[in-house]
């Protein structure tokens, strides 16, 4: 399903598998605080945020496949800078690329992981970021 220039890969479970595109940056867009808050249902922990795969600075859809469940330090910190460092390229005139894949358990709504590859002017880096605090393990 294309959306907003992004590709997304949605399972049967209604659950985003695959994001990827080219990043665009874009004005300032409304978010959906009900989307945000409803992303990962039951799944969803307390200490989550509801995260965007693509983030509205990059227009990213606001829709239910763009959001999920994701813990509130790695989207305000490790997720953010990531972001961060893709806006200051696209400003300094670089073209960027974005390949994201959560990783689920079983039918969990709610990712374990996310793999990130994202290209800046052709060079490919590779994240695998858990969807929890360090040294919290939900179990």
């Known amino acids: 399903m294309f959306r907003n220039g992004y590709d997304y890969e949605i399972d049967e479970r209604e659950r985003t598998r695959r994001v990827s595109g080219v990043l665009v940056l874009a004005p300032p867009q409304p978010r959906s ?7 990962g249902g039951t799944d969803r922990l307390p200490k ?15 829709e239910a496949i763009n959001h999920f469940a994701q813990d509130a330090n790695v989207n305000r910190g490790k997720y953010r800078a990531l972001e961060d460092q893709w806006a200051r390229a696209k400003k300094a005139g670089s073209a960027v690329t974005v390949k994201i894949v959560p990783h689920f358990g079983g039918t969990s709504q709610r990712p374990r992981t996310i793999d990130v590859v994202f290209t800046i002017n052709g060079r490919e880096n590779s994240v695998k970021l858990p969807n929890e605090r360090r040294g919290h393990h939900g179990h």
Do not use: K
Not at 33 to 39: E, G, Y
Not at 54 to 60: K, T
């Open 33 to 39: 605080r009900n989307l945000q808050r409803s992303a």
């Open 48 to 62: 989550d945020d509801g995260g965007h795969y693509i983030a509205p600075r990059f227009n990213g859809p606001t």
